[in-house]
């Protein structure tokens, strides 16, 4: 039987070496003796070789124990772990809060999920409009479809978990065992040996992506429109998630949406709230005439069917609610004021139920009786 090699002499470094002299030599030298990458007779065995190194070498506790004992003080170790190969922890999960232990998540996983904000105007958001939009996300790296591996090779089981993406340790108190996720694969239970020289091994590359998003009529602020896998790509090859494109409506110059209502106030001078007139009044679709009856007070609405937001769901859509203020001038012409006061005056003769006015307070003295 050949005799085991030094395990520094097979990473090629000093015993003083770091952790990271440590990791890197072994990268260097798994790209190198890779099957896949090496044809020759011995790589397979120069790889298991350098992978066995590795293991001892880049853990602390084994590392210490070679060095104190040789290759027997590491082979020793995995007899403090009473629970190796078996599913005794589990079983003490499930006994003690009535569910199986979940270990560390490995495969495919779903991508995040994005958020955009598109600002439409208010009558995009009552007729809908169709928008080209410009995001930047992970994809998926086309040169090692997610695996994160330079194509040609495949990832290899980590040495520091042996593969099985946690880390087991006794605790001497109580006899306990903690279980935590391993640091260097990340609960992967394989590491790249050689990554991908496109996403340099992490499976994703970040990309912008343009696309047509239609919004549908009678949408309004915050409203979402849910865009399946259009997310970001998943790590180790996972599913996109979705896109959520968020709307905010710019705020109209005089429209005012309530529900799939529209308001609009209409002012009005004097004359036209005292006489009545015809108002030709905006609304989303053009305009609309509309017959304002004399003595109309502020206030005062009106309704205008069909004329507002469209349903969202379903057919139909709301009204426009024209509301009257009258507008009180503030500055008169020599003229208008000559008016006006010829107009009080006449109000002021005009009588009351056949009787001259007597006044505020003189009505108020004839209704209680005094």
């Known amino acids: 039987m050949t005799a085991k090699r030094d395990y520094y002499e097979v990473l090629g470094i000093q015993r003083n070496a770091s952790q990271d002299e440590v990791k890197k030599a072994f990268r260097r030298l798994a790209r190198q003796y890779h099957p896949d990458v090496n044809k020759a007779a011995d790589a397979e065995a120069r790889f298991k070789e350098i992978n066995e190194a590795y293991e001892v070498l880049s853990d602390p506790d084994k590392r210490g124990m070679y060095d104190r004992f040789g290759h027997a003080g590491p082979a020793a170790m995995p007899g403090f772990d009473p629970f190796a190969g078996s599913d005794a922890f589990g079983t003490i999960f499930e006994a003690f809060f009535g569910g199986a232990a979940r270990g560390p998540q490995r495969g495919p996983q ?86 991908c020289r496109e996403c340099r091994g992490e499976g994703r590359v970040r990309q912008t992506r343009k696309m047509s998003v239609r919004v549908p009529p009678g949408v309004d602020s915050s409203s979402q429109i849910r865009i399946s896998g259009e997310g970001e790509a998943g790590p180790r090859g996972g599913p996109y998630g979705n896109l959520y494109v968020v709307i905010d409506v710019q705020p109209h110059p005089f429209f005012i949406r ?54 969202l769901r379903g057919s139909g859509r709301g009204d426009q609610i024209v509301v009257v ?30 009787q001259r006015d007597e006044g505020f307070f003189g009505r108020i003295k004839s209704a209680l009786g005094l």
Do not use: H, W
Not at 110 to 138: N, P, Q, W
Not at 274 to 299: K, M, N, S
Not at 325 to 354: C, H, M, N, W, Y
């Open 110 to 195: 779903r991508g995040a999920d994005l958020r955009y904000t598109m600002s439409i105007t208010f009558e995009e958001a009552i007729s809908g409009v169709e928008k080209t939009i410009e995001f930047r996300r992970l994809e998926t790296c086309q040169s090692c479809r997610g695996s994160g591996a330079e194509p040609g090779t495949d990832p290899v089981r980590c040495p520091k978990c042996g593969g099985l993406g946690e880390i087991r340790q006794r605790a001497p108190l109580f006899n306990m065992v903690t279980v935590t996720t391993c640091d260097q694969c990340r609960g992967e239970g394989t590491v790249i040996a050689i990554p």
């Open 258 to 311: 309530e529900g799939n209502d529209i308001i609009l106030e209409l002012p009005l001078n004097v004359a036209q709230a005292a006489l009545g007139a015809d108002i030709e009044v905006p609304t989303v679709d053009g305009t609309e005439r509309l017959r304002i009856p004399p003595g109309v007070q502020t206030g005062v609405t009106f309704r205008l069917r069909g004329k507002g937001a469209p349903f």
């Open 325 to 354: 203020r009258v507008v009180v001038p503030t500055k008169l012409t020599d003229q208008q004021r000559k008016l006006f006061q010829e107009l009080e005056r006449s109000l002021e003769a005009e009588p009351i139920d056949g």
